[in-house]
């Protein structure tokens, strides 16, 4: 059974940083791309990233390039979210999820995840 | 605004088939896969089908999804009280080096 937790989620100030992080298990971590999706309270799902099997290509959102950077170490199953600059709007549920067969396609199984608060 | 548009609520009554469509274009659902998921209030989504129609297992058989062109449905027969959730489209969009598009999401509410 694929079971991912995610951990790091906070409230934090406008401006301010957050590292999200993602633990893969049940599932050959290493082939399988990895993917961030928030959910804004009470809005629907917004991708947010994308990552490959073996980290060397990314995908970012337009409303998170440059501020925020996807990564994984497939040694320890994981994968981070290294979120700089955060903004109100950055408020969201934030969910790590997998795609089993390509980096280019939606995400298949889902964590259950972190609340991230960004306020003063 | 997504580009990926879905209608905001859907109803039926119990045991009615209830349709919810998903309409895009060539860039995301005309030349890719369409995913489907199901969210309860306060829970992570949960894949209902992948690669156009197929089901996961443990997916009852009465979810189904299409697609033809640039629109994609999805099919809910024999409709249950626990089946009011939100539903939400998904597919690779190759605009801009690529990117996941998802629906803006339909509630669907069992009368």
């Known amino acids: 059974e694929v079971l991912l937790l995610e951990s790091g989620g906070d409230l934090v100030p406008p401006g301010g940083s957050l590292r999200l992080s993602c633990a893969g298990s049940g599932f050959p971590f290493n082939l399988y791309a990895m993917i961030w999706v928030r959910q804004a309270p009470g809005k629907g799902l917004e991708w947010v990233s994308t990552i490959s099997e073996t980290g060397d290509a990314s995908h970012y959102a337009d409303s998170v390039r440059g501020r925020f950077s996807i990564s994984r170490d497939n040694s320890k199953n994981s994968l981070y979210l290294q979120m700089n600059s955060l903004r109100a709007e950055d408020t969201a549920m934030y969910y790590c999820?997998?795609?089993?067969?390509?980096?280019?396609?939606?995400?298949?199984?889902w964590g259950q995840g972190t609340l991230v608060t960004v306020s003063s | 605004q997504s580009v990926v548009t879905q209608p905001p609520s859907a109803s039926g009554t119990p045991g009615q088939r209830v349709t919810i469509s998903c309409s895009g274009s060539t860039l995301n659902i005309g030349g890719n896969l369409v995913y489907w998921y199901q969210q309860f209030p306060g829970t992570a989504p949960k894949l209902l089908i992948f690669?156009?129609?197929q089901r996961p297992s443990g997916v009852p058989d009465r979810f189904s999804g299409s697609k033809s062109g640039t629109s994609a449905s999805l099919a809910i027969s024999g409709l249950r009280s626990e089946d009011e959730a939100d539903y939400y489209c998904?597919?690779?969009?190759?605009?801009?080096?690529?990117?996941?598009?998802f629906g803006g999401g339909t509630k669907l509410t069992v009368l």
């Open positions: 690669r156009n129609d």
């Open positions: 999820a997998t795609s089993e067969f390509s980096q280019f396609l939606p995400p298949d199984n």
């Open positions: 998904a597919s690779w969009d190759d605009r801009q080096g690529g990117l996941v598009v």
